[in-house]
């Protein structure tokens, strides 16, 4: 059994997340991670207004009775979000658990705590987790630049970033950004997290509800298999390689700097059309390098059931076997 701080804190079984995901994060897929011991996260703004998230989450706690929770990621827009409004949508809807992204989250934060709600929060920089842990996080779910969607503009990767947080860090913390499998998570732990925050590998599983042709695209893609857009606008997002992202890294690299300039190519409204249509290259998509470790398209259950196991068995037997052998060595 691997108990660490994490599970301890939000009462799962497995050290093992699985984050906000835009237009990933539903029931089907967030109540099949809970019930196969981990905790999974509804991506609120993948629902069109507050009423319809509070409908995933019924629609969620019909389907499980473990610990789930919301990620409610917050960013700079002409027209922001209700954000109030979905935030009573979560604490009315009686969630306790709030993964919270993106920039200033205290009101957030403090609204939450109010209300009982624990709160995770997501961020890509050491500076940025000390900030939500004084502004009252619960725990920090720390990004490396290996991760999908946005790794901020420091471009640490995770074998550092991880251990360098882990010295500073009080609160527990989740690892994420390249994880897949019991080896990573077992580097995890050894860099200092309490568990991992896997998004991209969730999405290759059976109850994610996206087509097949996205998963075979990331069960063939190796480690390579992606663009960081948005690098001229000081807001990089990593997304799987295809034609649209190579279209916009080609404009960025010939002189556009501007979103009108790839306004067209990055639309929310086309990457949806294109997903409902299966067609992996109209469209942007966020993946992460973890591509290269996926093999298979395993249920949830299946998926964790075989990292607790690898996990485990790395860290009794061949670690163990390790020790023992420089034990016998020094003897």
Request: aromatic share 6%; glycine share 10%; proline share 5%.
């Amino acid at each position: 059994m691997l108990k660490t701080r994490f599970t301890e804190a939000f009462g799962v079984e497995y050290p093992i997340a699985q984050g906000g995901m835009q237009w990933v994060g539903k029931a089907q897929l967030v109540a099949a991670v809970a019930n196969a011991g981990a905790l999974g996260f509804i991506t609120a703004l993948t629902q069109p207004t507050p009423e319809e998230l509070a409908n995933e989450i019924r629609r969620t706690r019909d389907l499980t009775d473990k610990p789930f929770g919301v990620n409610l990621t917050i960013l700079p827009t002409i027209n922001p979000p209700p954000y109030a409004e979905y935030r009573r949508a979560i604490i009315e809807g009686g969630v306790k658990i709030v993964e919270t992204a993106g920039y200033k989250p205290q009101e957030h934060i403090d609204d939450f705590k109010t209300h009982g709600v624990k709160v995770i929060h997501k961020c890509t920089a050491v500076r940025h987790a000390l900030s939500a842990e004084r502004m009252g996080a619960d725990a920090i779910s720390i990004d490396g630049f290996e991760c999908a969607g946005h790794p901020g503009e420091d471009d640490i990767p995770g074998l550092i970033l991880i251990p360098a947080a882990a010295d500073k860090v009080s609160v527990p913390m989740l690892a994420s950004g390249g994880f897949a499998d019991g080896r990573g998570l077992v580097a995890a732990l050894a860099l200092g997290a309490d568990g991992v925050n896997m998004g991209t590998r969730f999405c290759v599983t059976q109850e994610a509800q996206i087509p097949d042709s996205f998963k075979q695209r990331m069960v063939a893609n190796d480690e390579r298999q992606t663009d960081l857009i948005f690098r001229t606008l000081h807001n990089t997002a990593r997304v799987m390689k295809n034609k649209v992202s190579e279209e916009v890294v080609a404009i960025e690299r010939a002189g556009g700097a501007k979103f009108e300039d790839v306004q067209h190519l990055v639309a929310g409204k086309r990457g949806v059309a294109a997903m409902e249509r299966g067609d992996t290259d109209d469209g942007i998509w966020s993946a992460g390098m973890v591509q290269g470790l996926i093999h298979d398209v395993p249920t949830v259950k299946e998926l964790v059931d075989r990292i607790v196991a690898e996990a485990e068995e790395i860290i009794d037997r061949r670690l163990a076997r390790m020790v023992e052998r420089l034990a016998h060595a020094a003897a």
